[in-house]
């Protein structure tokens, strides 16, 4: 079955067993995989190198798209495998790790990761391990669910070991578009100025006698853990989309929006399933990591074209949508996370970024990554690549968690990742900020008026009529500025009394 | 001598007094003002404006490219004019303002505003005033020494003041490349692939009709304030240049560097003199403002190509450099600063940023702004637009400040204007920190042993060590993160104990 895949036939020699090819990775190396939020990562070589790592020293420096399916940076982590990991992931037992110091993680910005390859600002890869449906008759790769950072590793990388997956079916191939930028200092525009157009290949360009190893496998990626909308994400979309109606109505926006970017999880899934029973139409995604909500958008004939790097559904839609690919094969594209991410192509699409907050600031500030400014919980991703050059870059979030024990909205963030400069639109359950054109002081009034659960508003009304009296063009009080993460680290709520 | 100058002679009619013109000017307007770095704003409209408000209630909103010259902002302050200011200013008379919250200032990174008014989430300027040197055949703005925001508010306003400035060289003309972003959703790739490529036109084309009123005046732009290399500056410059030399041997940059961008002031000024006696060759900048040192350097022969968006030089300099323009001429060009800035065109050329920092932390994040994490300086200005999508985005602070009463590498700063996945390398004096590829705790031990002053890197050390010990991916602890500001807001020294 696997041999109709590998159509270069000179390359069938090159079939092994995982164990087999996992030897070519020694101990030291840096080794590049593919695998974008969970979908299409090479699963059969990295549990073998797990496997391999209880009996002897194996330490690697692993970078891959985004996060792992199938546990496997729960494995590799729990068989010490990981000395440095890059750029993102949400294992939680890698996240302990990290958090211990036990990993060196370095979390970047999804479109930059290859970009510090390619200028050799990283080390590159010295092998690269990527999931296909199939090798073309020239040796190329052609992808599964996700595209990532899958492409400029196989070039970077001296060796390239191949997974042929065949619980994959064959028809993903045509939906991806591969480019490449080109080099500094003659790089020429990137030539993408519509969601839907196709500028690269459909699959990975390299050399075939840089494939150094085959491995047949079946598992299948890991389906997506999404929840399903619940009365605060509900919330939230709700006040998204009045938002965007009050848009149209300026003249802002026309009735299709703008291209639609929404981060993984919950509640971005939340906030795109509420626009299938709203008046727009014709949207587009111009997005990372492409959900069920993508897909049931399409069914209702409210999104006529998503771009993404990869493609995470549900096992409710898993069969359908991939057993039913040719009623959405026009309909979509898979593109290097370097593209779908690109500042170029943000900021000349106009797109709508909608990501999820941690925690944020009365003056605007986001922080995405990190609780009580220590603890990294699963890396920046894609939100920086979106946010900065968005036409609106908006950030939502649940305004209380914990069962109240913890504010989304707080006097000052723990942690930066999105500074006041780079955020338009904050959305909680309880209303919606519209930062554009504020000074800080107008941005606390209308956070705090509109944004924070009733049961911490008298609180950070507090805090900043507090802070004016000190003055300053962004007043806090420094003594109290951390006051509240201080509270809950020591005494479980942000508003215990000391 | 202004008649030749205003070369559609229909508009000769509309010549009248600053007086007369600043009467066009309304109560609750929003006014968008030529001016960027000290270098062409207007200067007898706002100086009129000035003057009424002492007769008559008059409060606007002001938009300009960045800071302006002749105090111009600390009049229209004293006047009571200034409701709102954006996106930059560097007069200490409006930052008390700010800081004191009587004028509400929005800071913006340079590159977005005239996005922002293109999309109508700022409020479009009513009146536009721009210095000009001369006025085309058909009607078009020849712009002065900065074009800054100055094309986009003439599209955008509905009138439009021309200040004929007869103190400015009509040579002017020919050195500014105007070119604006076609609109959303068909917006095209900006077509600049080189630092000297010209790709608009030479003068600001708008409907010769908008123009409202003609002003002559022959006031000269403001002196630079720039402070000669002291043993500090010269000190930062030379580790940056031994950094750059070792680039260039590891094969990651040729020996003439990428395009070179250099933020305003006196540190950064002192680094670009640096380079003159550098093996470097054939060097190219891709910057907002065009200081002395890119001038030194064209005449040592090191500087190929400039590119900014104003020029601003010192008393020494001016009439040498504008009294010889010829010389210069083939080697610059005067851009918008949405281009000059662009996301697009600064990830394409693969710029070498420098800019200034007033603080970083232990991990990297920098702080552009904000004293005490409360009082504004001046703005973020370009440095987010360049540090974010640079090929090396660097930041460079003297290690101590206020005689070694502040340290400018602290446990964390107490405003985020950078993030630290958005900042490459850090200089000070005392040495250089490579960040690239490192985890937060490796950026530590980078930033600690390289940059910071011996007075203070005990203590640093101490805090690193106790923060590690709780654990975390960024370890700190919250208690004592902002205890160094806290001192030295109520003590006067970051280590003053309690």
Redesign the interface.
């Known amino acids: 079955m696997y041999r109709d895949r590998v159509r270069m036939s000179s390359l069938l020699d090159k079939v092994m067993t995982a164990d087999q090819a996992a030897a070519l990775i020694k101990d030291g190396m840096t080794v590049g995989m593919s695998g974008f939020t969970r979908a299409g990562e090479a699963k059969a070589v990295p549990k073998a190198l797990a496997q391999r790592a209880k009996q002897e020293p194996l330490r690697i420096s692993l970078m891959t798209g985004a996060s792992l399916g199938n546990d496997l940076d729960k494995q590799l982590t729990e068989a010490g495998v990981l000395a440095?990991r890059m750029p993102f992931q949400v294992d939680s037992t890698l996240r302990k790790a990290?958090?211990?110091?036990e990993v060196?993680?370095?979390?970047?910005?999804l479109s930059e990761t290859v970009?510090?390859l390619r200028?050799?600002?990283?080390?590159l890869p010295d092998i690269a391990v990527i999931e296909a449906v199939a090798i073309t008759e020239e040796g190329h790769i052609v992808p599964t669910t996700s595209v990532g950072n899958s492409a400029s590793f196989a070039i970077f990388a001296k060796q390239v070991i191949v997974e042929i997956n065949v619980a994959h079916n064959t028809n993903l191939e045509g939906l991806h578009d591969i480019y490449i930028p080109t080099y500094?200092?003659?790089?020429?525009?990137?030539?993408l100025?519509?969601v839907d157009d196709r500028i690269g290949s459909t699959a990975i360009p390299i050399p075939a006698e840089k494939i150094v190893a085959i491995v047949v496998n079946d598992q299948p990626d890991s389906p997506s853990t999404v929840l399903p909308p619940d009365d605060e994400t509900q919330g939230i979309a709700n006040h998204l989309i009045d938002f965007f109606k009050r848009e149209v109505d300026?003249?802002?926006m026309s009735n299709s929006l703008?291209p639609l970017q929404a981060g993984i999880g919950s509640i971005a899934n939340a906030v795109m399933c509420g626009l299938i029973d709203s008046p727009f139409e014709n949207l587009t995604m111009y997005s990372e990591v492409l959900q069920d909500s993508t897909f049931d958008l399409i069914d209702a004939g409210k999104l006529r074209f998503a771009s993404g790097s990869s493609i995470t559904l549900s096992t409710r839609r898993n069969a359908d949508v991939f057993g039913n690919l040719e009623r959405y094969k026009d309909k979509l594209v898979l593109r290097p996370q370097e593209i779908s991410n690109?500042?170029?192509v943000v900021?000349?699409?106009?797109i709508i970024g909608i990501n999820t907050a941690l925690e944020f600031d009365i003056y605007g500030?986001v922080n995405s990554t990190?609780v009580?400014?220590?603890?990294?919980m699963n890396g920046?991703g894609g939100s920086?690549d979106f946010a900065?050059?968005a036409?609106l870059a908006i950030f939502v979030t649940k305004s209380i968690a914990k069962g109240g024990n913890i504010s989304s909205v707080v006097p000052?963030v723990?942690?930066?990742?999105?500074?006041?400069?780079d955020v338009?639109i904050l959305v909680t359950e309880i209303g919606l900020a519209d930062l554009?054109?504020?000074?800080p002081?107008?941005r606390a009034r209308a956070i705090i008026d509109n944004c924070v659960h009733p049961s911490y508003r008298d609180a950070l009304n507090s805090y900043f009529d507090a802070?004016?009296k000190?003055?300053?063009?962004?007043?806090?009080i420094?003594?109290e500025?951390?006051e509240w993460?201080?509270n809950l680290?020591e005494r479980g709520h942000m508003l215990a009394a000391s």
């Open positions: 440095r990290i958090n211990a110091g060196m993680f370095i979390d970047q910005h970009e510090q200028n050799h600002q990283l080390k500094r200092p003659t790089r020429t525009p990137i030539p100025t519509k300026a003249g802002r703008g690109h500042p170029e900021r000349r699409l106009g500030n990190h009580g400014g220590t603890k990294m920046i920086g900065r050059n036409h000052m723990s942690h930066v990742d999105h500074t006041e400069h338009d554009r054109g504020l000074a002081r107008e802070a004016c000190r003055g300053g063009h962004t007043p806090h420094l003594r500025a951390l993460h201080i680290e």
